[in-house]
Nanobody, 114 residues
Framework: QVQLVESGGGLVQSGESLRLSCSASRNLFAFANMGWYRQAPGKQREVVATITSGGGTWYADSVKGRFTISTDNAEFMVFLQMNNLKPEDTAVYYC????????WGQGTQVTVAS
């Protein structure tokens, strides 16, 4: 069974933090590079952070220094620690392989109020 389940979003004030979690099925997670993506209203989905199976990370310039991606390989989990959130971070956040598979979860809404 293929599964991606994101959680942890919410409504926060500018400058606050959130930690997103993603539970992935083994067949999507094992030995794969993973990533967090986001889609704001009226915009295309974009990748914000990726992590290789070896632990190497990459961040979009817009989140560099504020977001941290990590994994729990034993539990097939991917996390995104988001600090110093800004209103422009408002979006639905998704996790997936990198590059993304054709399977997408429902995402988790992050709303940052100014």
């Amino acid at each position: 069974q293929v599964q991606l389940v994101e959680s942890g979003g919410g409504l926060v004030q500018s400058g606050e933090s959130l930690r997103l979690s993603c539970s992935a099925s083994r067949n999507l997670f094992a030995f794969a590079n993973m990533g967090w993506y986001r889609q704001a209203p009226g915009k295309q989905r974009e990748v914000v952070a990726t992590i290789t199976s070896g632990g190497g990370t990459w961040y979009a310039d817009s989140v560099k220094g504020r977001f941290t991606i990590s994994t729990d390989n034993a539990e097939f989990m991917v996390f995104l620690q988001m600090n110093n959130l800004k209103p422009e971070d408002t979006a639905v956040y998704y996790c997936n392989q990198n590059p993304p598979s054709r399977y997408w979860g429902q995402g988790t809404q992050v709303t940052v109020a100014s």
